[in-house]
């Protein structure tokens, strides 16, 4: 059987219960959900900066990540914040002092993004 017939994969109740896949609540609009949440030029390589390293700040994230702006990074570090991802820590010391983690959903998220790794290098462009 060819492995990549995915409509054998995804689970459905029954049979003609289509939603399950493409409805409002399907397995097409949590990936879409997912790939929005990813989406951006900076996004992927903040997560992966952040999950080679424990927690880093915004000047190590700036010089690790070549052509990024303080702006850019900012914006999507916030961004990522907001969708639960990375975790701002501000230690409320004089200089200031702010690191950023991955949260458990970003943790969570890696092994997803390392399996699109592997997909990519298994299957070169043509």
């Known amino acids: 059987m060819n492995e990549a017939i995915t409509h054998l994969k995804v689970p459905m109740e029954l049979e003609d219960d289509r939603s399950v896949c493409l409805g409002p609540d399907g397995s097409v609009a949590h990936v879409t959900r997912t790939l929005e949440i990813i989406g951006g030029r900076w996004k992927l390589?903040?997560?992966?900066?952040?999950?080679?390293?424990?927690?880093?700040?915004?000047?190590?994230?700036?010089?690790?990540?070549?052509?990024?702006s303080q702006k850019m990074l900012t914006q999507h570090l916030r961004e990522l914040e907001v969708d639960g991802l990375v975790m701002r820590h501000d230690y409320q010391e004089k200089p200031p002092r702010v690191e950023y983690e991955l949260a458990a959903s970003g943790r969570d998220l890696m092994p997803v993004l390392m399996a699109m790794r592997d997909f990519s290098r298994r299957h070169p462009q043509g």
Request: glycine share 4%; net charge positive.
């Open 45 to 68: 390589p903040i997560l992966f900066r952040l999950f080679e390293k424990a927690s880093m700040r915004t000047s190590q994230l700036l010089r690790d990540i070549p052509g990024i």
